[in-house]
């Protein structure tokens, strides 16, 4: 009977984490169903996440904010913490961004970065495949044809994607996107796409 209270707590415990808010304190990461979009934003010449950058994942519909990764529990809709961005990406750091829970219907048109203080609209984005392009990014997302970080993949999110097993996140891993200091010591390298 003390074997059956003791397990019996320890779901109750589990099942209440997890709850409030679509992921309060990260804890929606742990159920997280569908697709879950992902990709780590640099400096290339630190290699270090730029702690005021942020992340749209782009439909025909809007925007979706993706959550930047922190270390601790947070309680920001803006932030996942690292633990639960982990539960489904292994490799997830600190200064990643993750979008849970991304609709299959959705047209994806691809990723914008509203770029930091004293970076350039130069990108380089590196596909998990080691597959690079160098981009000039528009000023703002954006649903019409623009230059997007992995726009190469827009349309619909399940046929692009595939379906993602029952009962397990599809991982949408956008690799690497590097965001170019305005610095004349470190030139962005040339684009090499040209964009609508």
Known sequence: MRRMTILGLATLAVLLHGCGGNGAGGGAGITATGYVAYVRVVDPVT??????????????????????????????????????AQAIVSDAKEGDFVLLNVGENLVFRGLWVRRPAGYTAIVRHTTPENLKRVIQTPESPNTLAACLVASNQAGVVKTVFGAPEPGKPKVLNFGVIEVFPNNPQVPPPPVDDVCP
């Open 47 to 84: 290699g270090q996440p730029l702690s005021t950058a942020e992340v749209h994942f782009v439909t025909d519909t809007g925007n979706l904010p993706m959550r930047r990764v922190v270390a601790g529990q947070t309680t920001d809709p803006n932030e996942i913490s690292l633990r639960f």
